[in-house]
């Protein structure tokens, strides 16, 4: 049977997911603690993705070889970078590229060395299977979140958006680094610490990924706010609701 790995990059997502698991089993391995189980019929490991892209691509590649798993989604947050992607709007990567990759003039800027290539692909049946879900999600998310939370963060209309996704060691909490990052990468929506990376890991295994991030900031000054509070309140809800409506429509 297909086992599909699941790496959340915050502690309150994985807790909604383990929670929806019913038989999950802890295996710890590289320090790591992944959940083996099943969600909705489907086998599944879980686990937390940790922070930065080194710590991400390390537990990619644990559950790679470890766990061989044949598909990989991940979950999180992310800085909106795109003008019109918005605080609770979601993004669903059709690429990836790592921002803070440059080893010029060795090779062009952003291209990662021996791969000749800066951008690596989400695949294409994974996303369009989660912008489904996002949709049926985002149509309903007063269900989902409560009208308390949707009028606290003002989250009028939420909408789903899909394209490029870039990654980088840093928390981008500046008007003036987005802004940097929105000149050199134009078509970027979104910018997060782990994408790029774990898909890296999957392109190197040939293993299908996709990633599903839920817009926390702006990615400029006012990007700490009520982080934590949107995180519980709105993104992990948004992971558990997708996840489980995308797992109910492959039951289909
Ligand atoms: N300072 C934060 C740290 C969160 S780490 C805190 O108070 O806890 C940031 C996580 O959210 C990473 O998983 C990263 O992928 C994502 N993220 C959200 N907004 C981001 C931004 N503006 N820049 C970089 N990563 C961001």
Redesign the pocket.
Known sequence: MAVIGIMS??QEELAAVLAAMPDEQRVSVAGRDFWVGHWQGHSVVAVL?R??KVAAATTATVLLERFGVSALVFT????GLGSGVQVGDVVVADSFVQHDMDASPLFPRYEVPLYGRARFAADGVLSAQLIVATQQVLRDAERHLGSDTLAQFRLASPRVHHGLVI??D????TSAE?QGLRLALPDALA?????AAVAQVCHDYAVPFAAV?TI????DDA??TD??RFIREVASRYSLAILSQWLNNRQA
């Not at 840093?170 to 909490?173: D, E, K, L, M, P």
């Not at 926390?216 to 990615?219: G, K, N």
Request: charged fraction near 20%.
């Open positions: 990059a915050m993705s922070i930065g999180g947050v992310a800085g990654s980088g840093r928390f981008v909490a987005s910018v997060e610490m782990e994408g991030r926390s900031d702006r990615a990007a700490q982080f934590q």
